[in-house]
């Protein structure tokens, strides 16, 4: 049986709830600073409000964040999103890897972000997954497009994340309860993706697009 025919079930819009969901999922996936105590406090409180297959992922990382050292989370995060590019948290590099169309597709979620009155910091990308969630909280529609547009990247995130078994594959599994099943071309690019990796550039890459693969930490950034 192929499981990879079919075609994939779009929900029409975001349910009342994504907005929460999404707005600590965001959280739970910046740098784990100072305040990130507080921030796994917050989505304990949360994920009371949200249904099963979402809230109990987000518990499952925050028992686990809270049984770990702040220094530890802190070095954990760095080795497991700065260091291995199968974990990689900028969601265009899965569909367009280090080339010049990823530039592009980083100017097209800029100008989708501005649209809406949004605007970023100087030291943040778009395409990261916690502004990308950060985003959709404040305009679900759009945010809920955006995801499922990125949907092979994020599932092939999630399970790169399970096999280093890394905590944070705990919040893509609740970022996963929040968008449609995967099914029909989004299994096909999941199984592309897996099995070809990100595209690679044939000529010189853009200057806007080749330096953007994961930048140094910056303070107060999704980091």
Same mark, same amino acid.
């Given at each position: 049986?192929?499981?990879?025919?079919?075609?994939?079930?779009?929900?029409?819009?975001?349910?009342?709830?994504?907005?929460?969901?999404?707005?600590?999922?965001?959280?739970?996936?910046?740098?784990? !600073? %100072?305040?990130?105590?507080?921030? $796994? #406090?917050?989505?304990?409180?949360? /994920? *009371? &409000?949200? +249904?099963?297959?979402?809230a109990r992922p987000l518990?499952?990382?925050?028992?686990?964040a809270e049984r770990t050292?702040?220094?530890?989370?802190?070095?954990?995060?760095?080795?497991?999103?700065?260091?291995?590019?199968?974990?990689?948290?900028?969601?265009?590099?899965?569909?367009?890897?280090?080339?010049?169309?990823?530039?592009?597709?980083?100017?097209?979620?800029?100008?989708?972000?501005?649209?809406?009155?949004?605007?970023?910091? !100087? %030291?943040?990308?778009?395409?990261? $997954? #916690?502004?990308?969630?950060?985003? /959709? *909280? &404040?305009? +679900?529609?759009?945010?809920?497009?955006?995801?499922?547009?990125?949907?092979?990247?994020?599932?092939?995130?999630?399970?790169?994340?399970?096999?280093?078994?890394?905590?944070?594959?705990?919040?893509?599994?609740?970022?996963?309860?929040?968008?449609?099943?995967?099914?029909?071309?989004?299994?096909?690019?999941?199984?592309?993706?897996?099995?070809?990796?990100?595209?690679?550039?044939?000529?010189?890459?853009?200057?806007?697009?080749?330096?953007?693969?994961?930048?140094?930490?910056?303070?107060?950034?999704?980091?």
């Open positions: 049986m192929n499981v990879l025919k079919g075609k994939t079930t779009r929900r029409a819009r975001p349910e009342p709830w994504h907005p929460r969901a999404w707005q600590t999922q965001s959280l739970l996936l910046a740098y784990p !600073d %100072d305040a990130f105590e507080q921030t $796994l #406090a917050l989505a304990g409180r949360v /994920a *009371a &409000t949200l +249904p099963e297959p979402v518990l499952r990382f925050t028992a686990l050292t702040p220094d530890d989370l802190a070095a954990a995060y760095v080795a497991t999103f700065d260091h291995r590019k199968r974990c990689c948290p900028y969601l265009t590099y899965y569909a367009h890897g280090d080339t010049r169309r990823r530039g592009l597709g980083l100017l097209g979620l800029k100008q989708t972000y501005a649209a809406a009155g949004w605007r970023l910091t !100087d %030291d943040e990308l778009p395409d990261h $997954l #916690a502004v990308v969630l950060e985003f /959709a *909280a &404040t305009d +679900p529609a759009t945010g809920h497009r955006l995801l499922t547009e990125h949907r092979a990247g994020l599932e092939l995130l999630r399970l790169a994340l399970a096999d280093e078994d890394a905590p944070w594959a705990h919040v893509l599994d609740s970022v996963s309860a929040t968008l449609p099943a995967l099914a029909g071309d989004d299994r096909e690019a999941v199984a592309r993706l897996a099995a070809q990796g990100p595209p690679e550039e044939q000529v010189g890459l853009d200057p806007y697009a080749s330096p953007v693969f994961l930048p140094d930490p910056a303070p107060g950034g999704p980091r």
